[in-house]
């Protein structure tokens, strides 16, 4: 079992900056990539960012490509999510989850933490 927990969410206004974190814990052995996701009222969960957990490469969805980064921090078992130039449609609870090696999705979330951008 891996369990993830996130933190670093809050309200901010569009143009800032904030920083997500999620800290993993238990077979991290097992783990191939570590992504971010979120979900805003009324809409289907969406692909945010991507990290492979031992190689460091990592991808991003079209519409926070050059304004969000994820970094990771082995040692400490976490990944981050930098968000920079804020809109207000980034608005949405951030969900990080984790996928195992060999497996076709991800297999373990954690309970999100909310975003909010006001305008």
């Known amino acids: 079992q891996v369990q993830l927990v996130e933190s670093g969410g809050g309200l901010v206004q569009a143009g800032d900056s904030l920083r997500l974190s999620c800290a993993a814990s238990g077979r991290l052995f097992s783990i191939s990539l570590m992504a971010w996701f979120r979900q805003a009222p009324g809409t289907d969960r969406e692909f945010v960012g991507a990290i492979n957990w031992s190689g460091g490469g990592s991808a991003y969805a079209d519409s926070v490509k050059g304004r969000f980064t994820i970094s990771r921090d082995n040692a400490k078992s976490t990944v981050n999510l930098q968000m920079n130039s804020l809109k207000p449609d980034d608005t949405a609870v951030y969900y990080c989850?984790?996928?195992?090696?060999?497996?076709?999705?991800?297999?373990?979330w954690g309970q999100g933490t909310q975003v909010t951008v006001s305008s």
């Open positions: 989850a984790a996928k195992q090696m060999g497996a076709g999705v991800y297999d373990y």
